[in-house]
Nanobody, 120 residues
């Protein structure tokens, strides 16, 4: 059974940065495309970013492009999300997922999520 464990969330001021990590176990990480999604309180889960299994192709939601960077380390079974210039609208629970789909939002496996709160 595939397990995903996110970490790195927290409280940050507007303009600040955070790096989220997601460690995957129980599967063959190298074969998975990976993605990050987020869900703000009272809103639907939305796509943030994805990266192919070799790391050669990345995709971003429009509002995150230029501020967020997804990367992966296949030797560590870990995918990262570097978030810069954070805004209050980025406040949400962030989830990593295997084999993500953008529309509709769907994935093979989900982590439990990590809370990111951007506030002054």
């Amino acid at each position: 059974q595939v397990q995903l464990v996110e970490s790195g969330g927290g409280l940050v001021q507007p303009g600040g940065s955070l790096r989220l990590s997601c460690v995957v176990s129980g599967g063959v990480f190298n074969y998975y495309d990976m993605g990050w999604f987020r869900q703000a309180s009272g809103k639907e889960r939305e796509f943030v970013a994805s990266i192919t299994w070799r790391g050669g192709t990345t995709m971003y939601a429009t509002s995150m492009k230029g501020r967020f960077t997804i990367s992966r380390d296949n030797a560590k079974n870990t995918v990262y999300l570097q978030m810069n210039d954070l805004k209050p609208d980025d406040t949400a629970v962030y989830y990593c997922a295997t084999n993500p789909q953008v529309a509709p939002v769907r994935a093979a496996d989900w982590g439990q999520g990590t809370q990111v709160t951007v506030t002054s």
